[in-house]
């Protein structure tokens, strides 16, 4: 079946930029998402990119793809210790959407 | 305030047990999904539905049943609970043909 692989940790100096990488296997998945999830809550949707674009920048944040290697990143710009959460990349391919893992984001002031 | 409400949002049930967490939506969005939460495993699809009075298994659907009787609720029964449903359980939504889910603040469910 589908499968969405991450790292599961990830630790980095406030100011620096943080790199969280994601790959999936399903080649016919429509959209990609970004998710964060901060301790004891619910996901909350971060960003997302359409398959058929190759980059998407919002603000800090700029998500690459990279369709032929099946390969998904999410940048961060001057991380904050704010941004300490848990990413979550996930897939969509009809009804349906296949969540990564997980990668826990530390961030040392 | 617009959003997913899950309830209750813990609970501590003993095996064998039963019991159903409602998961309401007030955005009329058109489908609904239960995920589980387990440490290092991410979310994986128990049930969803993509309308009023439908319902579909996803991931890991055994022991667990679902009902969508009214577009905005959703429910999930556990009939006769046991150790390994112990998990935070999410309820997301989303409209027809658009992206990007909506969840709920989750259930923290234990099960000794």
Known sequence: GEDVEQSLFLSVREGDSSVINCTYTDSSSTYLYWYKQEPGAGLQLLTYIFSNMDMKQDQRLTVLLNKKDKHLSLRIADTQTGDSAIYFCAVTG???????????????? | NAGVTQTPKFRVLKTGQSMTLL???????????????????????????????????????????????????????????????????????????????????GTRLTVV
């Open chain 1, 94 to 109: 009809g009804f349906k959407t296949i969540f990564g893992a997980g990668t826990r984001l530390f961030v040392k002031a």
């Open chain 2, 23 to 105: 998961c309401a939506q007030d955005m009329n969005h058109e489908y609904m999904y239960w995920y589980r939460q387990d440490p290092g495993m991410g979310l994986r699809l128990i049930h969803y539905s993509v309308g009023e009075g439908t319902t579909a298994k996803g991931e890991v659907p055994d022991g667990y049943n679902v009902s969508r009787l009214k577009k905005q609720n959703f429910l999930l029964g556990l009939e006769s609970a046991a150790p390994s449903q112990t998990s935070v359980y999410f309820c997301a939504s989303i409209p027809a043909g658009t992206y990007g889910y909506t969840f709920g603040s």
